[in-house]
């Protein structure tokens, strides 16, 4: 549980700091893959972490659901529209 937390919402790291570190990267990369339900089940995992064994913080707690709804606006909204617009580029040339 600690391991997964500092390293994908640690408190003394910018974003800089972030991708700097490979184990986030990795847990980064696993959330923009367009895979079925698996953004989802990411996300429930780190939301159980922070909900026990004991009350989250509010930093947290609006933290995490500011990344959930990025990230979902990424994989759902970006990439999905530049896989679409692949597909409809090889088509049609």
Do not use: W
Not at 26 to 43: C, D, E, K, N
Not at 44 to 63: A, K, R, W, Y
Not at 72 to 89: C, E, H, M, N, R
């Amino acid at each position: 549980r600690a391991f997964m937390l500092s390293h994908f919402l640690p408190f003394n790291k910018s974003i800089f700091g972030k991708l700097n570190d490979p184990i986030y990267v990795v847990m980064y990369l696993i959330t923009l893959l367009p895979i079925q339900g698996l953004r989802v089940a990411f996300f429930s995992i780190i939301l159980l972490m922070l909900f026990f064994p004991g009350p989250p913080d509010e930093f947290q707690l609006i933290n995490f659901i500011l990344l959930f709804k990025g990230m979902q606006f990424l994989t759902g909204g970006i990439v999905q529209l530049a896989l679409g617009s692949y597909k409809y580029f090889a088509c049609y040339s």
